[in-house]
């Protein structure tokens, strides 16, 4: 099974059995979107990856998360892709984060294993806002309508060293 195939699954056995778990007190719903694996970059596409497209695609989605206005809006890693060198890459980081950033509401960010691929922890989150602050680390926690959402840095080899900056994920 693929991460793709994972996420899917995975979200799909989530909603159908937490779902009635999401109602707060007052029986208002948590409501949020998820966008995963954008992999923005200014590089060649490859089977199955349009690195150029990515960020119109992410603008695409955030417009309508705009309509929908859901509490939240959180991408699931992979967020962009290595470019031709770091300064490169700092600038498409900078632009889909921008993308992001036109989300009128409270938005994350997990981090993915491409997203490391030249950068630094903090090189990443010094760049990246949770609900308007700096990602200071890949694991945090969030409320939304008295409902705890946790988020873990998954970005750690067998011998718990994290992918950061070149360490090989693969």
Request: charged share 25%.
């Amino acid at each position: 099974m693929n991460r793709r195939e994972f996420i899917q699954s995975g979200c799909g056995a989530l909603a159908a059995t937490a779902l009635p778990g999401c109602l707060t007190a007052d029986s208002r719903p948590v409501t949020f979107g998820l966008v995963a694996d954008i992999h923005y970059a200014d590089i060649d596409d490859k089977i199955g990856r349009h690195y150029r497209e990515a960020e119109s695609r992410l603008a695409e989605c955030v417009r309508t998360m705009n309509g929908l206005k859901p509490d939240f809006l959180i991408e699931l890693g992979d967020f962009k892709d290595l470019s031709k060198d770091k300064t490169a890459t700092l600038v498409h980081l900078a632009a889909i984060e921008n993308s992001f950033a036109a989300f009128n509401g409270p938005r994350y960010h997990v981090f993915g294993n491409h997203d490391f691929d030249c950068l630094t922890q903090d090189e990443l989150g010094g760049r990246l806002e949770n609900n308007g602050a700096l990602m200071t680390s890949g694991h945090y926690a969030f409320d939304v309508k008295g409902i705890r959402f946790v988020v873990l840095d998954a970005c750690y080899d067998s011998n718990f060293e994290h992918y950061s900056c070149n360490n090989p994920w693969d």
